[in-house]
């Protein structure tokens, strides 16, 4: 699976969008990029994935550049409540493999009032 | 709520006992994993099942590690002659087979967490 690489931590204050940006020069064909929210004492929560391009949700947007070798998460008007440690995954998840996760640290994002 | 379910939250044991953790995935899922994540760390993959078969083990699940999914539904994860580094927080994680282009993501229960005294 390709390694990832993405910002220890980040600050930000709350109302402004906050960047994340991953880095995964060795993406293969067919993986995916996934990110995953954590709170303390609570398991990860899937956000968002995406192949190439860009993908929205209610939660956030992924871009992603035509070479894929990065990827940015981005959290429009963040309040309080995004204070967490967000993961940036990539792998393939098709039916012929187990779709096992392989997590790095994770980028530890504090929003301030 | 039908999300991942686990039991139970906290335990605390000590050092050489038994422990038994279960979990409930969500009910229509095929796929069930097991993960460990220590402070500051992110989850680490231990076991898969796909159904009732335990298709791949991590060597992090050493032979004091067992777990069973014997309905192919709930899974149970037991940890024998427990040690202090066993200390951590035991998430639980399911998911469906995945379709061509369907969207993917694992859904987490809220973990258990192992103190061994």
């Known amino acids: 699976l390709a390694k990832t690489t993405q910002p220890i931590s980040m600050d930000s204050y709350e109302g402004q969008e906050v960047n994340i940006t991953c880095s995964h020069n060795n993406i293969a064909t067919n993986d995916y990029i996934t990110w995953y929210q954590q709170f303390p004492s609570q398991g990860p929560r899937f956000i968002i994935q995406?192949?190439?391009t860009k993908v929205t949700n209610e939660v956030a947007s992924l871009f992603i550049p035509a070479d894929r070798k990065s990827s940015t998460l981005s959290l429009p008007r963040v309040s309080l409540s995004d204070t967490a440690v967000y993961y940036c995954l990539v792998g393939d998840y098709g039916s012929s493999n187990t779709g096992k996760l392989i997590f790095g640290q994770g980028t530890t994002l504090q929003v301030k009032p | 709520d039908t999300g991942v379910s686990q039991d139970p939250r906290h335990k605390i044991t000590k050092r050489g006992q038994n422990v038994t953790f279960r979990c409930d995935p969500i009910s229509e899922h095929n796929r069930l994993y097991w993960y460990r994540q220590t402070l500051g760390q992110g989850p680490e993959f231990l076991t898969y099942?796909?159904?009732?078969?335990?298709?791949?083990k991590s060597r992090l699940l050493s032979d004091r590690f067992s777990a069973e999914r014997p309905k192919g539904s709930f899974s149970t994860l037991e940890i024998q002659r427990t040690e202090q580094g066993d200390s951590a927080m035991y998430l639980c994680?399911?998911?469906?087979?995945?379709?061509?282009?369907?969207?993917?993501?694992?859904?987490f229960g809220p973990g258990t967490r192992l103190t061994v005294t």
């Open positions: 994680a399911s998911s469906p087979l995945p379709t061509l282009r369907s969207e993917f993501g694992q859904y």
């Open positions: 099942f796909q159904n009732e078969a335990q298709l791949e």
């Open positions: 995406g192949y190439k």
